[in-house]
Nanobody, 115 residues
Framework: QVQLVESGGGLVQAGGSLRLSCAAS????????MGWYRQAPGKQRELVAS???????NYADSVKCRFTISRDNAENTVNLQMNSLKPEDTAVYYC?????????WGQGTQVTVSS
């Protein structure tokens, strides 16, 4: 069982930056896939960024060149650096860890971008 706790969300003006962090309660293995999803009000949860066990990174088209995902297996964390934020980035952001076909989710952290 792995618990994930996100932090770093908040209110920021358009054009600003935030850094989200996700801390795992147990060791992150190099074989785990990690990612960030988000869900805006009235919309489905969508993938924002992912990083596989092999280091392959994937971004949603809407965040490419603005967001950067990184992981630190030694610190059991995965981070999301978000720059040039837009009002449409407003959502609850969730960290996820995939291990042996099972997905663990955090409780989410709210990101609000004002125009």
């Amino acid at each position: 069982q792995v618990q994930l706790v996100e932090s770093g969300g908040g209110l920021v003006q358009a054009g600003g930056s935030l850094r989200l962090s996700c801390a795992a309660s147990a060791r992150i293995f190099s074989s785990d896939n990690m990612g960030w999803y988000r869900q805006a009000p009235g919309k489905q949860r969508e993938l924002v960024a992912s990083i596989t066990s092999r280091g392959n990174i994937n971004y949603a088209d809407s965040v490419k060149c603005r967001f950067t995902i990184s992981r630190d297996n030694a610190e059991n964390t995965v981070n999301l650096q978000m720059n040039s934020l837009k009002p449409e980035d407003t959502a609850v952001y969730y960290c996820t860890l995939q291990r042996r076909g099972f997905n663990y989710w955090g409780q989410g952290t709210q990101v609000t971008v004002s125009s």
